[in-house]
């Protein structure tokens, strides 16, 4: 039997089931804002908090706040912003965004643990303390997030203000109902998580097999019979007899890129390509996420076909070192957070790049605030290096067939992730705005 549906009243959701209401959040929540820190404030150990970058992190769910979003300042910070605790059934959502699909993310905290919201946050308090499980699906949906993009100011970091945060609308439910969707989207959202962490972890064992035989390659090379002496090196142990261990800087040459104030930004008709860590996906240089300035650049500090990008800094470890090779002859220049390497042979080199040598190396640099690659740790990093041009040149045609047939397997199980994503979105979209009615 098909339910009563009324108007809304509203254009992001339009017909709604006939008991349910439409309210403004400043009428369920009252709000504030997160501490006023910066990242130097971060401590190991301390009082948890979330903040914005936390938020926007790939591994939170929207509906349930999980460890590793935990972040930890001085205790002092309990007694004296306690306006800033985050309390049972409350949200934080993030109050920036580089980009207008982040507009809206947010955590929901179920259990009542002591919590704070970091910086650049906004807190909805919960009125009446009772299950918000439902909320935090709809929050989830692009089509109440449409409201809040409408009114997010800025054109590369997207700003969302407390007021036009609260006096957005949401669909409500009779609470009973509320229940019965979110432990019904629980459930399945549960079982399609399952699943795309199984997918996942394929994935994780084919790319650590990939880089297993990238590795193999360019340390020991393809002639299983040749002649070895020991490197010198923990990580890698014998290597062919005729091969070199080198550091980085006797190789060719590296530097970090340009550093620009906001001010320099412009359009594309205006002003020169700036590459950042965006621009590097999947070990290609892709143009999806551009940013120009206007600024005066230095000849040394512009990229040539050939050089390797590669990302210095950034907030994600498992980010820094992500490289790729610029291809073709552009006229661009390359972020502060990114390191140019410019070598003779960039196809070869680009390889061991992506070898498991980050993976020895980085964690020897990182602190528990900075995670940063700078030009004299990546100079002095010793590498195994074959000068046989014709050696090399076999080595990379391996690399580019095995590669290639490995990446494929790769595509096809995060097509596999992809569907499962956009079936899940569909669920919670049915469900939360009324198309679909949970039966028990």
């Not at 002092?76 to 409350?90: A, H, I």
């Not at 409201?147 to 407390?162: L, W, Y």
């Not at 397997?409 to 596999?416: D, G, L, P, S």
Request: charge should be neutral; include cysteine; hydrophobic fraction near 35%.
């Amino acid at each position: 039997m098909t339910r009563k549906m009324k108007n809304s009243g509203i254009e992001w959701i339009n017909e709604i089931p006939e008991s349910w209401k439409v309210n403004r959040i400043k009428n369920i929540f009252t709000s504030g804002k997160g501490l006023s820190i910066t990242k130097e404030n971060l401590i190991d150990n301390g009082l948890a908090i979330v903040s914005y970058g936390q938020i926007h992190s790939k591994t939170n769910t929207g509906v349930t706040i999980e460890d590793d979003l935990f972040r930890f300042v001085d205790f002092k910070y309990q007694k004296y912003y306690s306006q800033c605790q985050v309390y049972q059934y409350d949200f934080i959502f993030a109050d920036t965004s580089e980009d207008s699909d982040g507009c809206g993310n947010c955590v929901y905290k179920r259990d009542n643990s002591i919590l704070f919201a970091g910086y650049h946050s906004i807190i909805l308090h919960s009125i009446i303390p009772q299950d918000n499980r439902y909320l935090a699906y709809l929050f989830k949906t692009d089509c109440w997030r449409k409201q809040i993009r409408e009114v997010a100011s800025g054109v590369k970091v997207f700003s969302i203000t407390q007021k036009a945060l609260i006096n957005s609308s949401v669909t409500v439910p009779p609470f009973e109902e509320q229940q019965k969707i979110a432990n019904y989207l629980d459930k399945k959202c549960a079982e399609i998580d399952s699943l795309s962490s199984d997918i996942q972890s394929q994935i994780s064992v084919l790319e650590d097999y990939k880089k297993s035989v990238i590795t193999e390659a360019v340390t020991n090379g393809l002639n299983p019979d040749v002649g070895v002496k020991d490197s010198g090196i923990e990580w890698i142990g014998d290597i062919p007899k005729e091969w070199k261990v080198l550091r980085l800087k006797n190789i060719g040459d590296y530097r970090n890129g340009l550093t620009y104030s906001p001010l320099d930004l412009t359009d594309e008709n205006k002003g020169t390509l700036v590459l950042r860590s965006s621009n590097v996906k999947n070990g290609e240089i892709v143009f999806e996420d551009n940013v120009y300035v206007s600024c005066s650049i230095r000849p040394e500090l512009k990229v040539k076909q050939g050089d390797i990008l590669i990302c210095s800094r950034n907030g994600s470890r498992d980010l820094v070192g992500k490289n790729a090779i610029i291809s073709d002859d552009i006229e661009a220049s390359f972020g502060a957070f990114m390191m140019i390497f410019r070598c003779t042979f960039p196809k070869y080199m680009y390889y061991v790049l992506n070898s498991a040598i980050f993976s020895y190396y980085l964690g020897s640099f990182f602190t528990s605030t900075i995670n940063q690659l700078t030009g004299n740790n990546f100079g002095n990093m010793k590498i195994v290096f074959c000068d046989n041009e014709a050696e090399q040149n076999q080595i990379v045609k391996y690399l580019d067939k095995k590669c290639t047939e490995i990446e494929g397997t790769i595509v096809e199980k995060k097509k596999q992730l992809e569907i499962l994503e956009q079936y899940k979105k569909s669920l919670i979209y049915e469900y939360v705005t009324g198309k679909k009615e949970v039966i028990l």
